[in-house]
């Protein structure tokens, strides 16, 4: 898997993946924002990998999904490294067949167990660095 990220602006990238999709990277304040910071899309990365997760277990148990909303909170370090030191996944389900139950343990389990995002959240990750010039 790879992404190529550029440089568009003082604030701006884009990120690439190999079949073309984009994605617009913005870290001016939020009130100049066209696009999310890499911690937004860090969040909402868990929330879709999630929400794919869980959708995909409802169905297999042929459970009726009308709808689907995950709103994610983070809290995150005040010293740097700034990172997540809290995050919140809200489910919000429209389902007419679903038990609260079955709901509740699907969610967790597609959000820690079978989620790879929230897997590499708590992975120890190898970094390599290159300079070409």
Partial sequence: MRTTTTLLGDYEYEAVNPNGNKVHIDMRPAEEKTGQSPTELL?????????????QMLKKRKRTVNGLKIEADGTRREEHPRAFTHIKLHFILDSPDATQEEFEKLGHMAATKYC???GSLSAEVDHEFTINR
Avoid: I, T
Avoid at 43 to 55: P, R
């Fill in 116 to 118: 790879s995002v929230a």
């Fill in 43 to 55: 969040l909402s990365g868990l929330s879709g990998c999630a929400a794919v997760d869980l959708v």
